[in-house]
């Protein structure tokens, strides 16, 4: 299963955002597992970058983008994706973005806080904590992390 992250919930699991830290856990060890790969666009982690440069010094902000790509592929944003992001003018350019880049990898789901959009055969959207019951109700997976 292929798992787009979109930059606000990278945002939440770079920061350590406690809403999300559960869900996180879970991505992690689908990914060590090899039941998921886990991927984010490049322009997810200049978003990242941006945002966390106000608050952090660059030193940090870029550690801790390098150790989160230690489990997350990146997915390079191209003229195909801009060209779709540009033409689709019902959607936030960045959304569309991330819709462009998550059909190239064929993402089962982007992972967001963003919700659905409105474009012909997009990728389904989840929160980081829906993701978990969406593959439990709907195909019979249960994702839990076990203590020892």
């Known amino acids: 299963m292929r798992l787009l992250i979109d930059s606000d919930v990278l945002l939440d699991f770079i920061g350590e955002r406690e809403s999300t830290a559960a869900a996180w856990v879970k991505l992690n060890a689908m990914e060590l597992a090899g039941a998921a790969e886990l991927w984010v666009t490049a322009e997810a982690f200049n978003a990242v970058r941006e945002r ?9 902000v870029r550690s801790a983008l390098r150790s989160a790509m230690a489990f997350l592929s990146v997915c390079s944003v191209d003229g195909p994706d801009v060209r779709f ?3 689709h003018e019902n959607l936030p350019y960045r959304a569309a973005l991330t819709e462009s880049c ?3 990898i064929q993402a089962d789901f982007i992972v967001t806080g963003q919700g659905p959009v409105a474009v012909s055969r997009a990728v389904r959207r989840v929160g980081p904590d829906e993701l978990f019951g969406v593959l439990e109700a709907e195909q019979g997976l249960i994702f839990d992390v076990i203590e020892f």
Not at 52 to 60: G, I, K, R, V, Y
């Open 52 to 60: 966390l440069a106000n608050a952090l010094p660059d030193h940090d």
């Open 85 to 87: 992001a540009l033409e």
């Open 102 to 104: 998550a059909r190239k």
